[in-house]
């Protein structure tokens, strides 16, 4: 498998640092072979090249069987003419990547804050109220004289029913149940739109239940019985927001694996950001990452028919339940391991755990 890393921002590099030896330990584990390009975005790239994303990065990531995208300084870069590109956005919007997959569960040997739960939350990523992304050219959001902004939100039948499509999909393969969380008691047309797909979907997939909520009620059904979840479809914001609350839920946002996937490319990336606050320190878990990475080893092996990737990807997620349960862990989710130390130790795991 060609990859193409790029370890972003922040505790970008640390994170990724850490999951790279542990790719390398499932590859060797699992007998598929690994191929690593690495190349820098963000601000390294911004201090080098004068652009946070440079151009032939694009061929790169079409030429490799996937990508590993570490968070990026997002919230720094604000003007493209200065070469200031959010990573993430370019990605999404260049390779197509419409499905955002975020799956949360509850691990035994962690507290569980909102009781068991394993869900996933399926965002659609390329549009919505997502201004750097949702024109063909242009931004959406608008200064319209010094003091009025307009912010555009994009929503088109053809988005709607390809997330519902990815959606009703893996529920098909899970506990057969999908929630269609939306406004359209408010946003009428434009979530009426969404839920008309989501409906019309569901007639493809009939072993497959729907449920619709309202997506502040969303949240406290959230809070009050996550179980009830399998997975939930919804537009780009309210996923976005959804994802990092059941990542936290689930023990800590530094557990949130991600994967970004359209029709012939997927990026794996964790849902959070560049964790200012604890970058270059050694204390950023991991696992997000990792679980990313393990999303995009088993997309690449269903498509291509690939058993090692696929077993590997099950395998990681084994020994980072089995991590978690033994305290091989960083302190965000009560152990005592730093970020370098975490992957390696899980890379470890993964070598020891097939042998047995
Ligand atoms: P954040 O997600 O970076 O951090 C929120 C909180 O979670 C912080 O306390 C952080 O320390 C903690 N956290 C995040 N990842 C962790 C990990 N792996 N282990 C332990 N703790 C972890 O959100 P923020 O601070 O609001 O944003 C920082 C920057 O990241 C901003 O520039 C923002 O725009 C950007 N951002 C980028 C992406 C992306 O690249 N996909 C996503 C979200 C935010």
């Given at each position: 498998m060609r990859l193409l890393?790029?370890?972003?921002?922040?505790?970008?590099?640390?994170?990724?640092a850490a999951a790279l030896p542990v790719l390398g330990a499932a590859s060797e584990a699992y007998g598929f072979a690994l191929e690593v390009r690495e190349e820098p975005v963000g601000h390294s790239s911004l201090q080098r090249y004068g652009i946070t994303v440079?151009?032939?990065?694009?061929?790169?990531?079409?030429?490799a069987d996937g990508l590993i995208l570490g968070p990026a300084a997002t919230f720094d870069f604000r003007d493209p003419e200065k070469g200031e590109i959010n990573p993430s956005a370019f990605f999404r919007k260049s390779l197509d990547l419409f499905a955002n997959i975020r799956?949360?569960?509850?691990?035994p040997a962690l507290p569980q804050k909102l009781g068991a739960f394993d869900l996933v939350v399926v965002r659609e990523n390329t549009e919505g109220f997502y201004a750097d992304r949702n024109m063909e050219r242009g931004n959406a959001e608008l200064l319209v004289t010094e003091d009025v902004v307009v912010s555009l939100r994009r929503v088109t039948r053809k988005a709607c029913a390809r997330i519902a499509r990815v959606a009703f999909g893996l529920a098909a393969r899970r506990r057969k149940h999908v929630t269609a969380v939306h406004k359209a008691n408010v946003l009428k047309i434009g979530d009426g739109m969404f839920l008309d797909e989501c409906r019309a979907c569901q007639r493809d997939f009939p072993q497959v239940a729907l449920d619709e909520v309202i997506v502040d009620a969303a949240m406290a059904h959230l809070v009050r019985k996550a179980e009830r979840f399998d997975v939930i479809v919804t537009t780009n914001m309210y996923g976005d927001i959804i994802s990092?609350?059941?990542?936290?839920?689930?023990?800590?946002?530094?557990?949130?694996?991600?994967?970004?996937?359209?029709?012939?490319?997927?990026?794996?990336q964790a849902s959070h950001g560049s964790a200012p606050d604890i970058a270059g320190r050694n204390l950023a878990n991991p696992f997000s990452l990792i679980l990313s990475a393990a999303q995009l080893l088993s997309w690449h092996g269903r498509r291509r028919n690939e058993a090692g990737c696929v077993?590997?990807?099950?395998?990681?997620?084994r020994a980072v339940e089995n991590a978690i349960a033994e305290g091989e862990i960083t302190r965000d989710i009560g152990g005592r391991l730093g970020t370098k130390e975490t992957g390696d130790a899980l890379a470890e795991r993964i070598r020891r755990e097939l042998q047995r």
């Amino acid at each position: 498998m060609r990859l193409l890393v790029l370890p972003g921002d922040g505790i970008g590099p640390e994170i990724t640092a850490a999951a790279l030896p542990v790719l390398g330990a499932a590859s060797e584990a699992y007998g598929f072979a690994l191929e690593v390009r690495e190349e820098p975005v963000g601000h390294s790239s911004l201090q080098r090249y004068g652009i946070t994303v440079r151009p032939e990065l694009l061929q790169m990531a079409r030429d490799a069987d996937g990508l590993i995208l570490g968070p990026a300084a997002t919230f720094d870069f604000r003007d493209p003419e200065k070469g200031e590109i959010n990573p993430s956005a370019f990605f999404r919007k260049s390779l197509d990547l419409f499905a955002n997959i975020r799956p949360a569960r509850t691990w035994p040997a962690l507290p569980q804050k909102l009781g068991a739960f394993d869900l996933v939350v399926v965002r659609e990523n390329t549009e919505g109220f997502y201004a750097d992304r949702n024109m063909e050219r242009g931004n959406a959001e608008l200064l319209v004289t010094e003091d009025v902004v307009v912010s555009l939100r994009r929503v088109t039948r053809k988005a709607c029913a390809r997330i519902a499509r990815v959606a009703f999909g893996l529920a098909a393969r899970r506990r057969k149940h999908v929630t269609a969380v939306h406004k359209a008691n408010v946003l009428k047309i434009g979530d009426g739109m969404f839920l008309d797909e989501c409906r019309a979907c569901q007639r493809d997939f009939p072993q497959v239940a729907l449920d619709e909520v309202i997506v502040d009620a969303a949240m406290a059904h959230l809070v009050r019985k996550a179980e009830r979840f399998d997975v939930i479809v919804t537009t780009n914001m309210y996923g976005d927001i959804i994802s990092d609350m059941t990542a936290e839920a689930s023990g800590s946002l530094g557990l949130g694996g991600s994967l970004n996937a359209g029709e012939n490319y997927a990026m794996a990336q964790a849902s959070h950001g560049s964790a200012p606050d604890i970058a270059g320190r050694n204390l950023a878990n991991p696992f997000s990452l990792i679980l990313s990475a393990a999303q995009l080893l088993s997309w690449h092996g269903r498509r291509r028919n690939e058993a090692g990737c696929v077993a590997a990807a099950a395998g990681i997620e084994r020994a980072v339940e089995n991590a978690i349960a033994e305290g091989e862990i960083t302190r965000d989710i009560g152990g005592r391991l730093g970020t370098k130390e975490t992957g390696d130790a899980l890379a470890e795991r993964i070598r020891r755990e097939l042998q047995r």
